[in-house]
């Protein structure tokens, strides 16, 4: 059974760094469209950052991709969100997704096209 395991979540100061992680139980990334979500409070789930497993391309918003970025670690099996310039803001609970076996597309942040979540982590910004 396919699991994404995410870790790296927690709180950070303004203006900070951090950098989440989602890797696999059960399955290893090959050809995968795997993009990190977030859910701000009061606010709808958007896809803010993807990556496509075989090729390292990435995806992004134009209004976020110069802050959120995804890289990953082919050795590692694991796909990062690295997140820079926190504001608080940015706090929300953030889900990696994958699409297994998908080539990411124009719509790669249509959250309908995934159909494995990891269970999400918390990302607070405050003082």
């Known amino acids: 059974q396919v699991q994404l395991v995410e870790s790296g979540g927690g709180s950070v100061q303004p203006g900070g760094p951090l950098t989440p992680s989602c890797g696999t139980s059960?399955?290893?990334?090959?050809?995968?469209?795997v993009v990190w979500f977030r859910q701000v409070p009061g606010k709808e789930r958007e896809g803010i950052a993807g990556s496509y497993t075989e090729d390292g391309k990435t995806y992004g918003t134009d209004s976020l991709k110069g802050r959120f970025t995804c890289f990953q670690d082919k050795s590692k099996n694991t796909v990062y969100l690295q997140m820079n310039n926190l504001t608080p803001e940015d706090t929300a609970t953030y889900h990696c997704a994958a699409d297994l076996r998908r080539r990411c597309g124009p719509k790669w942040y249509d959250e309908s096209l995934f159909d494995y979540w990891g269970q999400g982590i918390q990302v607070t910004v405050s003082l």
């Open positions: 059960g399955y290893a990334f090959g050809r995968d469209c």
